[in-house]
């Protein structure tokens, strides 16, 4: 297919996603029960947790793009660290709107400063400005180079947002679905993990689509550098006729 | 807190985070409709 960046395996990962998204829907929305202390706020939950979850996960595969970045000076895995904090920003991002919505009806407030919360704006505020050095009007091997760097204190700033509850005291609830006996009930566990399943098949769509297009802005940005210097050829060819040396 | 209000959050939840996704998706196909015509096929292997 001409003007896209689609293929038949992202084709079928798209339907599969879509399916998904749409048995979540009915799953959260319609079938899953309410919570006996939450009510129906309880089904933020399955938004919430798998957006949050996945955007840690997208992070790591910055922070892992980055080093190999670093390491090998490899354009793949540039792209993929960068268009991988892209999907993250909007997950996280995602998951901040659901927590302070979840937030309002559990706690009474849509923002505290408690320690998870905290932290998450501060993964949030930093991936943003691994965006914006991104953007940085540069040479492309520095930038790259300058965002790999920055993209490294995506790690510890994951590790810690995700080991806030357990290291500090806070609002925000501990963990439950990594216990070995999670206290969740059968019918919104299942809701949970479809949650799970659904936002990572997103994630590896989208990862594939953005990794395209970014290739896709290199080659364009190259293509361009060839016209400039092509034109700088002719301009300098030109002059050398026009002028005569003395 | 009424049940109505919870509803309201949820589906205004769910509402802003399937935009969101809606939002990169769209804009994500409109520019590599856009680079795509900048770009040699032969450069566009995944085709």
Redesign the interface.
Known sequence: ?????S?RGTRVLGALTLAGMAAL?LF??VLSPQDEVQ???V??LY??VP?AIVAFTAFFVTVAGSIVYLWKRSEWWDITAHASA??GA?LL??TL??GM??G??SWGVYWTWDARLTTTALLFVFVLGYLAVRRLPMERDRRSRLAAVVGLLLGPTTIVCHYATTWWRTLHQGPTITRLNPEIDGLMLFTLMLGMVVFAL?YAW?LI??F??LW??H??ED?GLDAALAERRSEAEDGGTLVPSP | ?S?G???Q??L???G??LV??AV??VR??Q???R?????P?E??R??
């Open positions: 297919m001409t003007g896209t960046t293929s829907l959260a929305l009510g129906e706020a089904r933020m938004v919430h957006t892209e999907i909007v991002g995602a709107v659901s919505l979840w309002r009806v997103l989208l689509h953005r395209r297009v896709l802005e080659r364009v293509l | 807190m049940t209000f919870q509803w959050l949820v205004l939840c769910w802003l985070v969101a996704i990169l998706v994500s196909v520019r590599a409709r680079l795509s015509r900048q770009v096929e450069q566009r995944w085709m």
